[in-house]
């Protein structure tokens, strides 16, 4: 077995978390470790187990949120106060009352919905066209 490759289940420490999630300085390629510290500070979310010498390590819980709160800063462009109010009530997330296809739970059945709504709207647009 590769001792490179962690179990799902393991915990993580602050530098594995940063370069799986790309957090690397381009020139220098160090770790932007104080980004993940500064995240922890900011969403009580982020709860990383703090052992002797301070190490922090991250368990799978903690890296799928700290993977949101990434794509919705940096990806999205959602300012800290955004990513916490979405954190805090999952139910923002929904783009419009009857599909729940938002930023973290879009799935098959939200996509399948769209492309309906949007062959409905492409079938009135060839009607009108029609009528000129």
């Given at each position: ?11 993580r420490t ?6 799986e999630l ?111």
């Amino acid at each position: 077995m590769n001792n490179d490759i962690k179990l799902d289940s393991a915990y993580r420490t602050i530098g594995e978390i940063t370069k799986e999630l790309g957090l690397v300085d381009e020139k220098t390629g160090n770790s932007k470790t104080y980004v993940l510290r500064y995240w922890e500070t900011q969403f009580k979310q982020i709860k990383p187990l703090i052992r002797a010498g301070k190490r922090r390590y991250y368990s799978r819980k903690d890296f799928r949120t700290i993977k949101l709160i990434k794509f919705l800063l940096k990806d999205k462009g959602l300012t800290i106060k955004g990513v916490k109010k979405i954190l805090n009530d999952p139910k923002s997330l929904h783009l419009d009352g009857n599909t729940s296809s938002g930023v973290y739970k879009a799935n098959l059945e939200s996509a399948k919905i769209i492309k309906t709504k949007i062959k409905k709207i492409s079938k009135i647009v060839a009607e009108l066209k029609k009528l000129k």
